[in-house]
């Protein structure tokens, strides 16, 4: 893909815009390079930084802390450290770190937030299955109970009769506890569809019918989180055996720690997606716009861009994210639109041809399979670079 070598702390949410929308490469064998982007220090966004100090410096870090007014929350799985200003002047506080001898580089841990918009339920039905071909996948793969997809949100439902027989151990990052039930509905939605339980007589269906649900709560009840809760989230979900790794949040700016867990994960054998953004224009979003990640945009009924989605040569690909009728939190179905819908029907098509090739195919080539057989559309080259997906296409040819 272009962006198998994108670039990555900062607070993600569920990208509200476009009337409350949260939010995703080229075909190649390997990964190719995509011109690096540098850190930003984006000041006033957060009150916790996160510092990655030089070789053997790390045993100074609390002094170094002190010094710029901040206390060491916490050390992400690669060694980083991530910092709590104590007086609510990251601005400040982050000048002194870079300035400071012993730091190699340091950045804002921004917030990020879901990308979803609730929509008109009139409109409820599952129009994106058979618009991506799935019922015709269905009569060859139906995916694997062997597939783990974790979805990295606000948590999942536990106790949806759609969901429930699925899920695996998850965990909690907001509350630091094994308990990754949700609290705001986004990821019970996501969930479901990418993996709710099919063909038994209850609610809507999910593009893989197999596939084992993992909750990453990482979003609160109001659908945002920081960064570095995400970042341990994918590091986790690596850790724990993910084969596709479903990101339906966004925002913030470049985070070096971050592009690092993604690279991580996909050395793990993970195939990461992420929603491109509800703003509408041409922006850069992350994790979308990583390395390594699978950027998805969001389009209609009828193949159009969804006029909230986030566009553009940077966007891999295209899935349907407007009006999609999934799981609701506390039971039941509910419509949703956004980047962050569009993201998990690409991360159950992913659970499809993970199925196909088994769990010891490389990500790089579930990730250019799906590419290569997306339709070509009305916007590609311009809107997306690959086409809209077709579960279909990607699980045969």
């Not at 090739?357 to 690959?386: E, F, Q």
Request: hydrophobic share 40%.
């Amino acid at each position: 893909m272009a962006k198998l070598n994108k670039v990555s702390g900062a607070i993600l949410a569920i990208a509200m815009g476009a009337a409350l929308l949260p939010a995703a490469g080229v075909s190649a064998a390997q990964p190719e390079a995509k011109p690096e982007v540098q850190p930003q220090a984006v000041a006033g966004l957060s009150d916790q930084i996160i510092v990655k100090f030089k070789a053997g410096k790390s045993d100074v870090s609390a002094a170094v802390a002190s010094n710029a007014g901040a206390n060491v929350k916490k050390s992400l799985k690669n060694g980083d450290k991530v910092l709590k200003v104590k007086n609510g002047k990251a601005s400040e506080a982050l000048a002194k770190l870079q300035a400071d001898p012993n730091v190699e580089y340091a950045e804002i841990d921004h917030v990020m937030s879901i990308n979803v918009t609730p929509n008109d339920p009139s409109y409820a039905s599952q129009y994106h299955l058979p618009k991506i071909q799935a019922p015709q996948a269905w009569d060859y793969q139906k995916g694997s109970t062997a597939v783990k997809i974790a979805i990295v949100d606000t948590g999942v439902d536990l106790t949806h009769p759609d969901l429930s027989g699925k899920i695996i151990a998850g965990y909690n990052f907001v509350s630091g506890n094994t308990n990754a039930n949700d609290d705001q509905g986004h990821g019970t939605h996501c969930a479901g569809i990418a993996t709710a339980s099919t063909n038994n007589s209850k609610n809507g269906a999910g593009v893989d019918w197999n596939a084992r649900i993992m909750p990453v709560k990482v979003l609160n009840s109001a659908g945002s989180g920081y960064t570095s809760d995400i970042i341990d989230g994918v590091y986790w979900a690596a850790d724990h055996g993910a084969n596709v790794i479903s990101m339906s949040l966004g925002g913030g700016a470049f985070s070096s720690t971050f592009q690092t867990a993604i690279n991580y994960a996909w050395s793990k054998g993970a195939v990461i997606v992420a929603a491109a953004g509800n703003n509408g224009n041409t922006a850069v979003q992350y994790p979308a716009n990583y390395s390594n990640v699978l950027s998805v945009a969001a389009t209609t009924s009828t193949d159009a861009k969804a006029s909230f989605s986030t566009y553009g040569t940077w966007v891999d690909i295209a899935a349907p994210g407007n009006a999609i009728y999934s799981t609701a939190r506390g039971g039941g179905m509910t419509t949703m639109s956004g980047t962050s819908m569009a993201t998990p029907v690409v991360a159950g098509v992913a659970g499809l041809v993970w199925a196909r090739y088994g769990t010891s195919a490389s990500p790089a080539t579930i990730v250019n399979k799906i590419n290569s057989t997306a339709d070509k559309i009305t916007g590609t080259g311009s809107y997306w670079i690959n086409g809209r997906v077709n579960a279909y296409k990607a699980v045969t040819l």
